[in-house]
């Protein structure tokens, strides 16, 4: 009699703890399902504007293999649950920030492209050229991405958005002063005239001018960005040559709480100081 009430309590359990993996897992499907087409919905327009064309589901799908790989390889190195959890979240984030990272470069190219194009605008106008004309110009003679860009004021125009509209897409995708100020050139000589030539020639010079002084103050400041670089990496790599050396002795850093706390302080000092350097080194032009 005791043995079936005892099979009734396993059986029991057994089907409670069953019903309880369900739940959790269909609620776990739904908030993938949630945060998949939030997802899809955020990175969509940031590859359209990069002329990234990939499926954002793929590259989602792609950013949680990474997450996985990035888990298995963290508990392979460390057979710590804390440290694995911690290398998957880094994988997580790690594609999301090279996209950042690609359109900031994208939108750095814009910028030093753009000298180049407003003197071609200025002597297409000069030759007698509309405006809408002097942008296929750009469009036929320059490279990537501002090409691409101004091709895609061009179709927006063609396909019935107005001119200045399709100007200020232009500017909400490559937020460049330098180029607001073009845009905001053309909407006041569109309004109440004047000579669009000699603007884009004043333009252009004070973007290489400003070029110019922003190269400069990147060489000065080179030195501490490199110190920055280094001081953030240092204790990581010494880190990694005491193990190498001595196991035994940083097994400690890894195994134990304390250790634990100590390297997510010595983490966070390093990334506070890093962050502080480069405050310092960056300077607005």
């Known amino acids: 009699m005791e043995s079936f009430i005892e099979i009734g309590i396993y059986l029991f359990i057994f089907v409670f703890v069953f019903i309880l993996a369900v739940l959790a897992f269909d609620a776990f499907q739904r908030m993938l399902k949630k945060y998949e087409d939030r997802y899809v919905k955020?990175?969509?327009?940031?590859?359209?504007?990069?002329?990234?064309?990939?499926?954002?589901?793929?590259?989602?799908?792609?950013?949680?293999?990474?997450?996985?790989?990035?888990?298995?390889?963290?508990?392979?190195?460390?057979g710590n649950v804390l440290y694995a959890l911690a290398l998957g979240v880094i994988g997580f984030i790690l594609p999301k920030l090279y996209i950042?990272?690609?359109?900031?470069?994208?939108?750095?190219?814009?910028?030093?492209?753009?000298?180049?194009?407003?003197?071609?605008?200025?002597?297409?106008?000069?030759?007698?050229?509309?405006?809408?004309?002097?942008?296929?110009?750009?469009?036929?003679?320059?490279?990537?991405?501002?090409?691409?860009?101004?091709?895609?004021?061009?179709?927006?125009?063609?396909?019935?958005?107005?001119?200045?509209?399709?100007?200020?897409?232009?500017?909400?995708?490559?937020?460049?002063?330098?180029?607001?100020?073009?845009?905001?050139?053309?909407?006041?000589?569109?309004s109440l005239g004047g000579n669009l030539r000699e603007i884009f020639d004043s333009i252009a010079t004070l973007v290489t001018e400003r070029h110019k002084l922003e190269s400069k103050t990147k060489a000065l400041t080179a030195q501490g960005r490199a110190q920055a670089i280094i001081v953030g990496l240092l204790p990581m790599i010494l880190g990694i040559m005491m193990f190498l050396l001595d196991p035994q002795l940083m097994l400690p850093l890894i195994t134990t709480t304390l250790g634990n706390v100590g390297i997510a302080a010595v983490l966070f000092l390093q990334t506070l100081g890093y962050l502080t350097i480069r405050k310092i080194t960056t300077i607005e032009i």
């Not at 469009?139 to 091709?151: H, K, T």
């Open 42 to 78: 955020e990175m969509s327009p940031s590859l359209e504007e990069m002329f990234i064309f990939m499926d954002p589901k793929k590259l989602f799908q792609l950013n949680l293999l990474i997450t996985g790989i990035s888990f298995l390889i963290g508990f392979a190195i460390f």
């Open 100 to 190: 950042r990272r690609i359109n900031k470069r994208r939108i750095e190219q814009f910028e030093n492209q753009l000298a180049d194009a407003l003197n071609v605008l200025s002597n297409a106008l000069r030759s007698g050229l509309t405006l809408v004309q002097a942008f296929e110009t750009v469009e036929n003679e320059l490279y990537p991405p501002i090409s691409q860009e101004f091709g895609l004021v061009l179709r927006e125009h063609r396909v019935g958005v107005t001119f200045d509209e399709a100007l200020e897409n232009l500017t909400q995708r490559m937020p460049c002063e330098d180029l607001g100020l073009m845009v905001t050139a053309i909407n006041i000589v569109h």
